[in-house]
T-cell receptor
Framework: DAGITQSPRHKVTETGTPVTLRCHQT?????MYWYRQDPGHGLRLIHYSYGVKDTDKGEVSDGYSVSRSKTEDFLLTLESATSSQTSVYFCATQHGEIYNEQFFGPGTRLTVL | GENVEQHPSTLSVQEGDSAVIKCTYS??????FPWYKQELGKGPQLIIDIRSNVGEKKDQRIAVTLNKTAKHFSLHITETQPEDSAVYFCAASTLYSGGSNYKLTFGKGTLLTVNP
């Protein structure tokens, strides 16, 4: 599991409040990803990082921002949470180049009321 | 962009039977095809993968086949056991333009139930 932890594991918040989810890895993997998982949609990429301070958008990035100030930490922020962002969020890491596997964390279940 | 279709969405088998899950992809540049198993309340776990230069790969009771011409790949589980019950996801991977990391596009998943 590449030593991936996510915090918090569960969170309930109200519409309009800011929320930050944290992903921490201990394997020194270069690449990190944030996905959301919703019924009927599978896993969809929100943002990814290819190094410290290097990030880019995925297919469902609207309403989300990310930051990576250290190799081991990748933060996902919802600036103003909406009910449509109720989901399970997964962080993943990938070691490096050439056909490398992505390893997933345990997930964070976020409910926006 | 890449589009991955996965079928069936649900599959119920008797213990000991075989299970087959099929996926198709659209981008001929895709070159890496992993399969993930997700148990309830957990993150997806890689169970097997196949590269585009290989047609078939086996790991004990699990096998994956790839047909690049037809752009489809399949997961085969033989002698199914109740602990195989989970959601299975296929994915297709392409190299990011100018980069060295891989973008995974996932199918929507198959809920496999193995009945004792």
């Amino acid at each position: 599991d590449a030593g991936i932890t996510q915090s918090p594991r569960h969170k309930v918040t109200e519409t309009g409040t800011p929320v930050t989810l944290r992903c921490h890895q201990t394997e020194n993997h270069r690449y990190m990803y944030w996905y959301r998982q919703d019924p009927g949609h599978g896993l969809r990429l929100i943002h990814y990082s290819y190094g410290v301070k290097d990030t880019d958008k995925g297919e469902v990035s609207d309403g989300y921002s990310v930051s990576r100030s250290k190799t081991e930490d990748f933060l996902l922020t919802l600036e103003s949470a909406t009910s449509s962002q109720t989901s399970v969020y997964f962080c993943a890491t990938q070691h490096g180049e050439i056909y490398n596997e992505q390893f997933f964390g345990p997930g964070t279940r976020l409910t926006v009321l | 962009g890449e589009n991955v279709e996965q079928h069936p969405s649900t599959l119920s088998v008797q213990e000991g039977d075989s299970a087959v899950i099929k996926c198709t992809y659209s981008d001929s540049a895709s070159n890496y095809f992993p399969w993930y198993k997700q148990e309830l309340g957990k993150g997806p776990q890689l169970i097997i993968d196949i590269r585009s230069n290989v047609g078939e790969k086996k790991d004990q009771r699990i096998a994956v086949t790839l047909n690049k011409t037809a752009k489809h790949f399949s997961l085969h589980i033989t002698e199914t056991q109740p602990e195989d019950s989970a959601v299975y996801f296929c994915a297709a991977s392409t190299l990011y333009s100018g980069g060295s990391n891989y973008k995974l596009t996932f199918g929507k998943g198959t809920l496999l139930t193995v009945n004792p």
